[in-house]
């Protein structure tokens, strides 16, 4: 636009990077900096000839947009905030690249269109100045300021420029007088200082008079006096001179070295009534805050001059200043301050935290020192104790809030996550680690938990060698018939109670090996369960439970229980009569069925009516123990030609039963077997 050659545009840039001493590949990416934009140069080519570093500085100032929309600048700025934020914490040379790409454009801004002229301008003022603000580049900021005011309102600028001219020689004059006075304090003693006039820049003037409606005659600190020491303590004494040399204005004295803005500002203020008896600032600071006034994030390159700035030292550089802008604030609510004036608390659904170490986290808003953690590393997560945010013990819902600083306290001997974390996190990633967490947690419970029952129960079969491998290929085919892949899967299968030991060991152990074990333990009371443990009745725990005797219901029976009066339960079968007769209470039916899982004896009736013979109640007798039952209890009567025989036995369940019925059909003369009730022995 200028009509210059192009290459001079990216060497002024190089210029000011190099003026502001930054480091090798930021004046390199300068250089470069409209190539991947501007030509058809392919990235490759770059990196081999530039290096990665000096191309990612080069990407990263291509991809800073920050936009101007003075329709709806409220947004906007907002938004261009966030990528400045992002930009800063990722590598803070893009941002200052930026800002020396944007001064030359300025600088250059009269060759521009008249319409681009303002928009640039405006622009400048909008986005680029206050940034430069916010990394304390006062130089630059100074310099983007005036020059905006110039190009949009060039006569407002011209005007005040003379009248300060004016004002400004016969303030100085007063300074000066001051100045030798203190000057001559200072040598007396001993401080070696320099005393330097501060003209206040044109657009700060044009501030102040345009928000507190004065005059410039009116502004009292046009001219101010600047003392640089080499020393801290050196600010300090010279206060002290100051302040016995003339007296203060009341509540004009601030201590930036104590607590240095955010932008890292350092210095006293302080204002007297001099020596021509108008009020008049002073400002007081070492020669190392006055270069992080003027330059402020990039002095912070020159500190480590002498050392070459490494890649590590890049880093450090970025974190110590984003650690510092955060720490060096001695109170919480200066550092929100700054971050609710980054607007950052307004993006809408983010927030921005940090570590301990100054490095950046993004989190959805409402998120907690859970997600904060899992973010950090799914371990940490697993690990975490407890949290602080600004140094301060949190309850792990605390709501993070954009500029904590989040610590995670973890312990080796952490139980892990609970399951109520799952309700206390926001970010999916937290609660799928979680979840996983507790799954694989409670596989592993269950998986003992499973062992136990299964080993519990196959303690009670001592297996021949024989025995055992058919066992072990019955055990193979159960799993493979049940879908499961291991041994484990089957433990925790059982531990989740999707199977009882019992069922799995009834179905690997066949029932001839069985049955040698379990007809000893008859004669062993105690092993085996009650009967009525076997029943599970829909909705009603706790009530005492028993098998009615009229009916005598096996498992295999449908059954119902009914409530009886002594709040007890009767499980009856089905369609036992007693029931039905009292079936007009329907409340009091409750459903029933049976755990096949329990293993009990149950007594049951057996009628047995006959043509009575001799040896009849032998043969029946005989059938029963066939069958490996024994008899309870018998009642017998004969009429002579009739025989009724009326016993008890106790069966496993309903099939049992059938079995020992069918025999005795086939025993002589038996015309009817049926089931009946339960009597007692005679
Ligand atoms: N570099 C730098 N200087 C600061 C900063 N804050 C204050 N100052 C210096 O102190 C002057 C007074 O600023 P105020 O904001 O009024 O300070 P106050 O706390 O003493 O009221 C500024 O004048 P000014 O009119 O705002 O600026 P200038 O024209 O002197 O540059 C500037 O010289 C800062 O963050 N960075």
Known sequence: MSGEPFIVHPLAVAHICADLKMDDATICAALLHDVLEDSSVAREELVSLFGEEVVQLVEGITKLKLDFNPASREEVQIENYRRFFIAVARDIRVVILKLADRLHNMRTLKYQYRDKKEEIARETLEIY??????????????????????????ETYLNLQRKVERIKKEREQQIKVAEEILRERLRAAG???????????????????????????????????RVITNAVSECYAVLGIVHELWSPVEGRFK?????????????????????????????IRTWDMHRTAEYGIAA???????????????????????????????????TREFMDDLKISLFDDEVYVFTPKGDLKKLPRGSTPIDFAYLIHTEVGNSCIGAKVNNKIVPLDYQLRSGDIVEILTSRSSSGPSPDWLSMCKTPGARNRIRAFLRKKNREINLKKGKKAFDKEMSKYTLSPAQESLVSANLKKFLEDNSLKTLEDLYIAIGEGRYSARRVINRIIPYSIRKHFLDRRKSSPGIFRRGEEAVIIQGASGLEVKLARCCAPLPGDPICGFVTRGKGITVHRGNCPNLRRNSFSKDRVLEAEWDRSVEALFPVGVVVEAVDRPKLLADVSGVVSNCQLEIKAVKAHSSGVEARIHFVVEVHDREELLRLLGALKEV???????RGGVISAK
């Not at 983007?144 to 309102?153: A, D, G, I, T």
């Not at 206040?200 to 003037?205: A, L, M």
């Open 191 to 225: 401080i070696s200082a320099e005393i330097q006039s501060r003209f206040k820049h044109i657009y700060s003037i044009y501030r102040k008079i345009s928000r507190q409606n004065v005059r410039v005659e009116e502004l009292h600190d046009l001219v101010a006096m």
């Open 255 to 283: 201590d930036y070295i104590a607590v240095p803005k955010s932008n890292m500002y350092q210095s006293l203020h302080t204002t007297v009534i001099g020596p021509a008896g108008k009020p008049m600032e002073i400002q």
């Open 129 to 154: 100045a206050p940034l430069a603000h916010r990394l304390g580049m006062a130089a630059i900021q100074v310099e983007l300021e005036n020059l905006s005011l110039f190009f949009l309102e060039p």
């Open 668 to 674: 002589k003369s038996v015309k009817v077997v049926r």
């Open 300 to 334: 912070h390159w020159k500190y480590k001059e002498g050392k070459k700035l490494g890649e590590k030292d890049v880093f450090d550089e970025r974190i110590n200043w984003l650690r510092q802008i955060l720490e060096w604030q001695q109170d919480l609510k200066s």
